[in-house]
């Protein structure tokens, strides 16, 4: 395949593009030629959203082979072979389109690495992933074996496989590949640098929309509007997404008893606690009176109740500094693969707890 063996980085916009480029291939097969089209979705939200195009695929006559990580099968139309993988194998991670007949091939196969580009819209749009690609015929027919090989399929289903595979054989590798495949990476890498530049330039033109509402002027902490925006489209099961939810008693009242200055200055050591143990992809949002969510896409469950004791001590240091109020804090935690986020879920944790000194243990996703 192009690039090292090992494959490069690839955000999930590029591979999107490049996954559409190999399904119009297949579309475009002429008439009649024997084609194998697997696409590996992850799971079947991702695919829903691609039903038309593979409903297409099928009607022309391909063997067309939807593989997904789900443990209840869900119904695909008639001509859709659905492969399951199991939900903690390999192949639960891989995003892959291989196409296959006697005179072409294309595939691409990437790695969910279960880490976010921190220049992106949402979470989704930043995950990252490590692949390959390729329109040489006999890689489209490495992947097929392997792919074959490693699903669990029905006899059928092998057997016009194994028709498709003869019919390959017959055919010799054809030429000039290597020449197609030039102009092919020379657009590839045009177009990455393309959807890299309108990410960045949609990012800094939402920092400076005055109507936005997605920071409070006063603090600069991101706001719920923020928050939905950017935890639209999650797919559930795939990225792990670290939540803890600290909660600040007397934080409210701050204002009320001691002044705006007091309540300012309060909230800024507030923050200044966070974000000091925060990471560039992470976020912190005032979701209450009291309440911060903060977001830790990739954390580990350990890193995740780590994160929750040190600001909650950091936390109970701030009566030192000016305001000079003890504002005790404790936290809920979870790492999660569900969808939606369980927020209400941190939220009645918190309120279980009461004004413990310690950090309430972590929730079972």
């Not at 099968?73 to 995003?95: F, I, K, M, N, S």
């Not at 054989?169 to 990476?185: K, S, T």
């Not at 600290?246 to 507030?270: P, Q």
Request: charged share 25%.
């Amino acid at each position: 395949m192009d690039r090292s063996r090992a494959g490069e980085l690839l955000g999930k916009p590029m591979l999107v593009e490049l996954s559409h480029a190999i399904e119009q291939f297949a579309l475009a097969a002429a008439p009649g030629e024997p084609l194998i089209v697997i696409a590996m979705f992850q799971k079947h939200s991702y695919f829903q959203r691609e039903l038309p195009v593979y409903r297409n695929i099928a009607s022309a006559g391909a063997v067309t082979l939807v593989g997904m990580a789900e443990e209840i099968p869900p119904q695909l139309p008639r001509g859709l072979h659905l492969a399951l993988a199991p939900a903690t194998g390999p192949l639960a991670r891989e995003w892959s389109v291989t196409v296959l007949g006697p005179h072409g091939g294309a595939t691409l196969v990437a790695t969910d690495l279960e880490l976010v580009d921190p220049v992106a819209r949402t979470i989704e749009e930043g995950r990252c992933f490590r692949g390959r690609w390729s329109f040489r015929r006999e890689d489209a027919l490495r992947e097929v074996l392997r792919l074959r090989s490693q699903l669990r399929l029905p006899a059928g289903v092998i057997a016009e496989m194994d028709d498709v595979l003869q019919a390959v054989q017959r055919v010799p590798e054809p030429d000039h590949q290597g020449w197609w495949g030039v102009p092919a990476r020379f657009l590839a890498d045009r177009m990455q640098a393309a959807v890299r530049s309108r990410t960045e330039a949609q990012v800094a033109l939402e920092s400076v929309a005055e109507d936005s509402g997605e920071r409070d002027p006063r603090t600069g902490l991101y706001t719920e509007k923020f928050l939905k925006r950017w935890t639209a489209g999650l797919g559930a099961g795939t990225l792990p997404i670290g939540l803890a939810l600290l909660r600040v008693f007397g934080i409210a009242e701050v204002r009320a008893d001691y002044g705006l200055r007091a309540e300012l200055a309060a909230l800024h050591g507030v923050s200044g606690c966070v974000q000091d143990l925060l990471t560039n992809v992470d976020r912190v949002v005032r979701i209450g009176r009291e309440d911060f969510l903060v977001v830790l896409p990739s954390w580990s469950p350990e890193r995740v109740m780590w994160f929750c004791e040190e600001v909650c001590e950091r936390v109970s240091r701030l009566e030192d500094a000016y305001p000079f109020i003890a504002l005790p804090g404790v936290a809920a935690a979870t790492v999660t693969r569900s969808r939606p986020l369980p927020i209400p879920q941190l939220i009645h944790q918190v309120e279980l707890g009461g004004r413990a000194s310690e950090p309430v243990s972590l929730l079972a996703d």
